[in-house]
């Protein structure tokens, strides 16, 4: 399997990075969109100033309840390691995600109308040949579909969706089509100038509409809690498979998938009081049989307790309107 994360990057350069700080003496919020974009920055300020907080605080924030498949998921970690800064990788995957969705939102400006999905087509040329994974020589035209929706509720809570629905064509005229979504959920408090919110992203890139040797689908889980402008803890987990991993009656879960057909592999992250966890021998099938049975664990808790499914995250629904 061949992963397709080279779409970001040229996405990414469609609109200018914001930058701008959030703290000092900055005026707090009051209207909903005014919120939205307090927020959005005070994330982006976080995550790049990786701050670490020295000891846990109990958050008064509000996380989407996931607290079964998180224990499992840190059981699962076999190497840990002591940290000075959270390491977050905030120019690669996943949060590269947010870039996105933050680029999106400063892009549409400030007509944007909270609770309502927007919508623009692109197109142009990169060189990207999808059979050799090579960045030279092999034109590729695109034509992309590019969407976010933005809303917040009573209690102040954020939900934002973003997505990509892109056809490329190569010099030959073989087209593939590629569905990129993330959605988001995002408790921030409104009450101070220092970042402090949980964030919680799922996120699906699926090429199952490509020739069938390069078919990629990869489900991503992400969480981020910040206090006081530092990170309090953050984990990531995924699973990359060779086919769309929904639940049905016919598949109710990960295992229902695993017969032997399907290629996948699978990887966790997490950092928490100066620590940093990690999963290891979770990659392609193995002659270890412990390793599979690790690898699997981890697809089972990522795809089962975590909502690392093609059902779980909408974005069917989202393409869809």
């Known amino acids: 399997m061949k992963k397709a994360r080279f779409l970001l990057p040229f996405v990414l350069g469609l609109s200018c990075l914001a930058s701008c700080g959030v703290g000092g003496n900055d005026p707090l919020p009051t209207t909903a969109k005014e919120k939205v974009t307090f927020a959005l920055k005070g994330v982006d300020k976080s995550l790049r100033e990786q701050k670490a907080q020295q000891k846990r605080k109990a958050s008064p924030l509000r996380a989407i309840s996931e607290a079964q498949g998180v224990q499992e998921l840190y059981r699962q970690f076999d190497e840990t390691r002591e940290v000075n800064t959270p390491d977050i990788a905030y120019n690669e995957p996943p949060l590269v995600q947010f870039q996105f969705l933050k680029q999106l939102y400063d892009a549409t400006g400030d007509g944007y109308a909270l609770g309502t999905?927007?919508?623009?087509?692109?197109t142009g040329e990169f060189t990207y040949d999808f059979s050799t994974g090579e960045y030279e020589n092999f034109t590729q035209r695109y034509s992309a579909e590019i969407g976010i929706y933005i809303s917040i509720d009573s209690n102040d809570f954020?939900?934002?969706?973003?997505?990509?629905?892109?056809?490329?064509t190569d010099p030959e005229g073989l087209t593939r089509e590629q569905k990129f979504y993330a959605h988001m959920g995002l408790d921030y408090d409104f009450a101070k100038n220092d970042p402090n919110y949980v964030l919680t992203m799922r996120v699906s890139d699926d090429c199952s509409a490509f020739p069938e040797s390069e078919v990629y689908c990869s489900y991503e889980y992400?969480?981020?809690?910040?206090?006081?402008?530092a990170i309090v803890e953050w984990r990531k987990a995924y699973v990359a498979s060779s086919k769309r991993l929904i639940l049905?009656?016919?598949?109710?879960?990960?295992?229902?998938?695993?017969?032997?057909?399907?290629?996948?592999?699978?990887?966790?992250r997490a950092y928490k009081d100066l620590?940093?966890?990690?999963?290891?021998?979770?990659?392609?099938?193995?002659?270890?049989?412990?390793?599979?049975?690790?690898?699997?664990?981890?697809?089972?808790?990522?795809?089962?307790?975590?909502?690392g499914n093609a059902t779980d995250i909408p974005a069917d629904a989202f393409f869809a309107r």
Do not use: W
């Open 248 to 268: 049905d009656a016919s598949h109710p879960n990960f295992a229902s998938y695993d017969d032997g057909s399907l290629e996948y592999s699978g990887g966790a």
């Open 275 to 307: 620590k940093q966890y990690k999963t290891t021998r979770t990659g392609i099938k193995s002659d270890d049989p412990s390793d599979n049975a690790k690898r699997k664990a981890l697809a089972e808790t990522i795809v089962d307790q975590l909502g």
């Open 158 to 168: 954020i939900t934002a969706e973003c997505g990509m629905h892109v056809f490329y």
């Open 222 to 229: 992400d969480y981020v809690e910040v206090g006081q402008g």
């Open 117 to 122: 999905t927007y919508a623009a087509t692109v």
